[in-house]
């Protein structure tokens, strides 16, 4: 199989080492220059291509003989609130020009890699049992509560129609809040939260959170990014797809105090200075979480489940560089 991984992030980049260590050949495209790290390969090759370039990468996808795509390419919360004009085109036409790519070019399966966030909207009114992924939204009192879920909803409906009406084989893998990166590079909110709690706990000082946005009111549910990738592997592999779309979590959640215990578990000294007060849920979003999310269509239709806890994460992460 050649496979073209769109993003080289980390989850983009984990992906790509698990197919290459298995034998597929595989691309990763981004729009900047990526540094592979420790999962450098010589069977797999990054190149520059902006999926914003659609015949780019339309010569790119036929030249490689790209057999499938995993896209992961996307502007995150933090980069859409500085940017919003680049982070709409991007999650909404740039997943657009994969899938017409992908339709030109016959590629059999394109896996889209989306947000849980899609459903937070929905939380006031769902009742406790795990939320499934065909969830109840209204079309505008529930409408989604940032641009990044707003993007990310638009792209899945793209998906779908691209599958509906041009037969593209798609899916669509709703990730809980990923835990991925390192303090250098913690760019999304939980690993921003852990980025100060980790970096604290290293120092012996004391963690002081004063941005809102890192706290939240209930429980919220998390996925380790290599979970993530091995989820993209088994969609790709996964034989016959029937609900299409699937949250890709461990089936549970932790509250704010939650993850500052389990950090205390590597850093028992570690002291939190909490400057703010909320009763919203996780990341700002108006309504605490009823439940963690729905994994039976993943375990069923993808063989998948995830091999990482809370507490696996944080370990890894804090001994990370």
């Known amino acids: 199989m050649a496979v073209l991984i769109t993003g ?9 080492a698990l197919l290459a260590a298995r034998g597929d050949r595989v691309i990763v495209a981004d729009v900047r220059a990526v540094d592979p790290g420790d999962l450098s390969r010589d069977d797999l090759a990054i190149v520059t291509c902006d999926i914003l370039d659609r015949d780019a990468l ?9 057999t ?36 030109a070019c016959a590629v059999r399966r394109v896996v889209i890699a989306s947000s849980t966030t899609v459903g937070y909207t929905c939380f006031g009114t769902h009742g406790p049992d795990p939320i499934e992924e065909d969830l109840a939204l209204r079309v505008v009192s529930q409408r989604p509560a940032s641009l990044y879920a707003a993007t990310k909803l638009a792209a899945e409906h793209i998906a779908l129609l691209y599958g509906d009406l041009y037969g593209v ?8 809040a990923v835990l991925s990166a390192n303090a250098d590079v913690a760019t999304s909110v ?14 012996g000082s004391t963690a002081r959170i004063e941005d809102p946005l890192l706290v939240w009111a ?11 990738a091995r989820a993209n592997v088994a969609a790709l592999d996964a034989s016959h797809l029937h609900s ?15 993850v500052c215990d389990v950090v205390r578990k590597i850093y028992p000294a570690l002291s939190v200075d909490l400057r703010v007060n909320v009763t919203s849920g996780f990341a ?34 804090a001994s990370r560089p």
Do not use: K
């Open 218 to 228: 209930g429980r919220e549910e998390f996925v380790d990014a290599r979970d993530c």
């Open 169 to 176: 084989d798609v899916a669509i893998l709703r990730y809980g």
């Open 284 to 317: 700002g979003f108006p309504h605490q979480r009823p439940a963690p999310s729905s994994i039976t269509a993943a375990q069923a239709e993808l063989g998948f489940a995830a091999a990482y806890s809370l507490q696996d994460s944080v370990a890894y992460l």
């Open 190 to 203: 939980p690993d921003r939260l852990l980025s100060v709690l980790l970096s604290a706990g290293r120092a």
């Open 68 to 103: 499938a795509i995993v896209h992961t390419a996307a502007l995150l919360s933090t980069a859409i609130r500085r940017d919003p004009v680049r982070g709409v085109m991007v999650n909404t036409v740039g997943t657009t020009n994969v899938l017409e790519v992908a339709r």
């Open 244 to 258: 299409l779309v699937y949250n890709i979590a461990n089936g549970l959640w932790y509250s704010f105090d939650d």
């Open 8 to 16: 080289g992030g980390v989850v983009g980049l984990r992906t790509a």
């Open 58 to 66: 339309e010569r790119l996808v036929r030249s490689q003989g790209i």
